[in-house]
Structures are given as structure tokens and as C-alpha cells.
């Protein structure tokens, strides 16, 4: 089964930016389209973002659409997200996912973003 260790979270003013990473295991990790959730307090996990095998295709829930980037690097099994004009409303645990055999497989423990007014 695959690990994935996420990183990249901290605290950041409104308007700022985080880099979020998500270190994978396994040989298979470039056959896997990858993604990104989240989950606020007090609020079921939601999907943020995702992207293709190959990084040709990518998807976005609207909130986040024009200002988060999800890309990836197949040679270094890492995903990342790129998360610009932060708002308080991003603050959550962000998660990296893995779509495994038609399901989402979230392994890691995630991290925090926490955006301050």
C-alpha cells in the first residue's frame, strides 16, 4: 500500500501563500492520479483538488479555483499544492490522497493550515 507523508502547513496572514508537499511511497506512484482534501473543524473532509497520472489534468473545488495549483513530480513521487490569496475559510487539516482502485486512499496524518485575519 502506498504512505504519504504530507508537509508544508503553518500559519500565514490572510492574503499570504503555503506550499503544501506530499511525499509518496512505492514504485506505482506515477500511475496514480493524486489529490488533495481538507477538513475544517466542526466540517466533514472536502475534496480541494486533484491531478492526472501524467499532470495533463487537473480539478479544483470552486472555492479554491484561480487560486490554488496542484502539480506533481513523478520522479521525486511528490504532489504538491501551491495555495495563493489565503482566507481565513482555508484553515484546516490538508490531506494528500492517493485514487486507488476507484476509491480515495488518505493515509497520511496530514497538516495544519491556519489562516489569521
Known amino acids: 500500500q502506498v504512505q504519504l507523508v504530507e508537509s508544508g502547513g503553518g500559519l500565514v496572514q490572510a492574503g499570504g501563500s503555503l506550499r503544501l508537499s506530499c511525499a509518496a511511497s512505492?514504485?506505482?506512484?506515477?500511475?496514480?492520479?493524486m489529490g488533495w482534501f481538507r477538513q475544517a473543524p466542526g466540517k466533514e473532509r472536502e475534496f480541494v483538488a486533484s491531478?492526472?497520472?501524467?499532470?495533463?489534468?487537473?480539478y479544483y473545488v470552486d472555492s479554491v479555483k484561480g487560486r490554488f495549483t496542484i502539480s506533481r513530480d513523478n520522479a521525486k513521487n511528490t504532489v504538491y499544492l501551491q495555495m495563493n490569496s489565503l482566507n481565513p475559510e482555508d484553515t484546516a487539516v490538508y490531506y494528500c490522497?492517493?485514487?486507488?482502485?476507484?476509491?480515495?486512499?488518505?493515509g497520511g496524518q496530514g497538516t495544519q493550515v491556519t489562516v489569521s485575519s
Open positions: 491531478i492526472s497520472w501524467s499532470g495533463g489534468m487537473t
Open positions: 512505492g514504485r506505482t506512484f506515477s500511475s496514480y492520479r
Open positions: 490522497a492517493a485514487y486507488i482502485t476507484s476509491s480515495w486512499y488518505q
